[in-house]
C-alpha cells in the first residue's frame, strides 16, 4: 500500500472518532473504567503486600549467650552470623544495656534492682532480623547449630500467622484481579462489537464495492487505538492524583498509621514508569484488539 493511502486510512480512522463520537465516548468510558480498575486493584495488592513486608522486618530473633563466652568467641559468632544467607542484619545486646532497657521498662519495681545491687542476672545477645520470614525455621536451626549459644526467642507463632496470612492475601488479591481483567475484556468486546454494529451498513457497502478486508479494518483498527491510548492517558492521570491524593492523607497522621506498618506504604514515584507503561499499552492493545475482533462477523458478505 503506498504511503498516501496509509495517511488516508489512518485520517480516516481518527476521522470517524468524530463522526461516531457517542459511541467512541462509550467506548472509552467502558476504557477508562476497566483500566482504573485493574489498576487500583494492583496497586492496593502491591501495598498490602509492601505493608506485610514492613511488619515482617519488624520480627526479631533474639540469641542468647552462653555466660561464660569470651570476646573472642562472641566475635567469631557475629562473623558466623552476618555471612549466613537470611541473616539481614547482626547487633549485639550487651547484658548492661538488656538491664537498663529493664529498668526503664519496669519501673514501678525499682525495690526489686536495687536489692539485686551490682548483680546482673542476664547475659549477652544478639539480635538478628531476617530476610525471608518463610524460611526462618531453616536459619534458626543452623544457628541452633554454632557454638556458645544459650537459647534462642523467636516469635515463631505471629510468624506463621503472618505468613498464612500474607498467602490468603496474595490468593485473593490475585483472583480479584483476574477476575477484574476478564471482566474488562467482555465488556470492551461488547461495547466495541455495539460500535462496529452501528456501522454494519458502512462497511457491507464497503465491501461489495471491492474494498480489502484490512482496508476496511485499518480506520476501526485506528479508531478503537486512538480511543484506547487517551482513555489509558485518563486513566493514568486519575490514578496518579488520586493516589498521590490518599497517600498524603495517610501519611499525614504518622503516628496512627505506624501502629498498622502503613509507614511502608508505596510511592506512586516508585512504580510510576511500569503503571505508565502498563496504562497506555494496555489501553492501545485493547481498544485496538476490540475492533478488529468486532469487524470479523460484517466483512463476512
Not at 506485610?52 to 552462653?66: A, D, P, S, T, W
Not at 505471629?158 to 498467602?167: C, D, G, K, S, Y
Not at 458502512?202 to 482513555?231: C, D, H, L, W
Request: a negative charge; one cysteine or more.
Amino acid at each position: 500500500m503506498r504511503a498516501s493511502g496509509v495517511r488516508y486510512l489512518l485520517g480516516k480512522g481518527v476521522e470517524n472518532i468524530w463522526k461516531n463520537r457517542m459511541m467512541a465516548f462509550a467506548s472509552f468510558c467502558v476504557l477508562l473504567i476497566s483500566l482504573l480498575l485493574v489498576g487500583l486493584s494492583v496497586l492496593v495488592s502491591i501495598n498490602i503486600s509492601s505493608m506485610i513486608g514492613g511488619v515482617e522486618n519488624k520480627n526479631e530473633v533474639i540469641i542468647y549467650l552462653k555466660e561464660d563466652s569470651t570476646d573472642m568467641e562472641i566475635s567469631e559468632l557475629y562473623g558466623e552470623l552476618v555471612r549466613m544467607d537470611n541473616v539481614a542484619e547482626a547487633k549485639f545486646y550487651s547484658k548492661e544495656d538488656a538491664f537498663e532497657d529493664m529498668k526503664d521498662n519496669m519501673s514501678d519495681y525499682e525495690m526489686v534492682f536495687e536489692s539485686l545491687g551490682e548483680d546482673n542476672p542476664l547475659v549477652d545477645a544478639y539480635r538478628i532480623k531476617v530476610d525471608d520470614i518463610t524460611i526462618i525455621e531453616d536459619t534458626i536451626a543452623h544457628i541452633s547449630t554454632l557454638p556458645n549459644i544459650e537459647s534462642i526467642r523467636a516469635p515463631m507463632d505471629f510468624v506463621n500467622i503472618l505468613t498464612e496470612f500474607r498467602h490468603i492475601l496474595t490468593m485473593i488479591c490475585g483472583v480479584i484481579i483476574v477476575a477484574l481483567i476478564i471482566i474488562s475484556i467482555v465488556i470492551i468486546a461488547n461495547t466495541t462489537k455495539a460500535s462496529v454494529f452501528s456501522r454494519r451498513a458502512e462497511i457491507q457497502i464497503m465491501k461489495y464495492v471491492g474494498a480489502t478486508n484490512s482496508f476496511i479494518r485499518i480506520p476501526f483498527f485506528v479508531e478503537g487505538m486512538v480511543t484506547g491510548f487517551f482513555a489509558g492517558c485518563v486513566a493514568l492521570v486519575i490514578t496518579w492524583l488520586g493516589y498521590d491524593a490518599l497517600v498524603e492523607l495517610l501519611t499525614h497522621g504518622t503516628n496512627v498509621i505506624a501502629i498498622f506498618g502503613m509507614t511502608s506504604i508505596v510511592q506512586f514515584e516508585d512504580v510510576a514508569i511500569p503503571v505508565v507503561a502498563a496504562y497506555l499499552i494496555a489501553g492501545t492493545f485493547f481498544g485496538a484488539l476490540g475492533t478488529v475482533f468486532s469487524t470479523r462477523k460484517h466483512l463476512n458478505v
